[in-house]
């Protein structure tokens, strides 16, 4: 199937002007929005939907290797072999080899390759300024610079709440921004440590915010009130019914 996804992109590079003109940077804003709604597919348990996505996934993936095809830097063949060695690798109990845990052998490849001068120096941020703060903290805590449990990193998070609330009440804007920065990492970090992943999270809140919204609109609607019109106290009476009936 990957070659027929991989011939599929070729042809579209040799016939249509817009997608010959792609480079792997220009593909890269639609493969992170492909991402993010396979994510949500799966996160609104649409069979339909998740078959739909990874189809589009998988154009992008299949772009980038035609892309790098074209440059000479790597074809199909290279990134299939270097999967099956990698997973050789961490599960060599399952071809002949000693069980070993996952982080020992992770380590050790990273051993065997080339480093960075900074711990933090080949970790590129990304359009998910979340998910990139999960990884800042994951890989300082590999050297040890990290909670102990979830209880320190949740008084931080109460801290920085109350930091942003003496900004915010100051006046001060440039700090406000710094300090709600502070404070989404911060709860990021308690996130990680809960065992739950922040972007997620966020996407479930996400999901859930507009399925309640889309509900207070029903209601509004069979009640004759104007959304746009109406006060906010009148919303949140509706807002608050919404949320009695998914309890």
């Known amino acids: 199937m990957l070659d027929r996804s991989l011939d599929l992109v070729r042809f579209l590079r040799a016939h249509c002007p817009w997608d010959a003109a792609q480079t792997h ?9 492909e991402s993010h709604e396979v994510v949500d597919a799966i996160d609104a348990a649409d069979d339909e939907a998740l078959g739909d996505e990874l189809g589009d996934l998988l ?36 071809y ?5 845990s996952w982080d020992s052998i992770k380590a050790r490849e ?9 711990l933090l ?15 800042l903290q994951k890989r300082v805590a590999e050297v040890g610079f990290d909670w102990a449990d979830p209880g320190g990193a949740w ?18 804007t440039e700090r406000l921004e710094e300090e709600v920065g502070d404070l989404l990492f911060a709860v990021v970090n308690f996130s990680r440590l809960a065992g739950i992943h922040p972007t997620t999270a966020l996407s479930r809140a996400n999901a859930k915010f507009t399925r309640r919204f889309n509900r207070l ?14 006060s906010l106290e009148a919303l949140d009476e509706v807002w608050d019914e919404v949320k009695r009936e998914e309890r």
């Open 59 to 94: 154009l992008n993936v299949a772009f980038q290797i035609v892309v790098a095809e074209e440059r000479g830097a790597f074809d199909s063949t290279a990134v299939v072999r270097g999967l099956e060695e990698k997973m050789r690798r961490r599960h060599p109990h399952l």
């Open 110 to 118: 990273k051993g065997n390759e080339p480093t960075e001068e900074r």
């Open 155 to 172: 008084r931080k998070v109460v801290e920085e709440i109350e930091e942003v609330r003496i900004e915010f009440e100051a006046g001060a």
């Open 217 to 230: 609109e029903e209601i509004a609607a069979g009640r004759g009130i104007v959304v746009g019109e109406a």
């Open 121 to 135: 120096g080949n970790l590129v941020p990304g359009r998910d300024a979340l998910g990139y703060a999960d990884r």
């Open 25 to 33: 940077h220009s593909l890269r804003r639609y493969l992170l929005d």
């Open 96 to 100: 002949g080899g000693e069980h070993e």
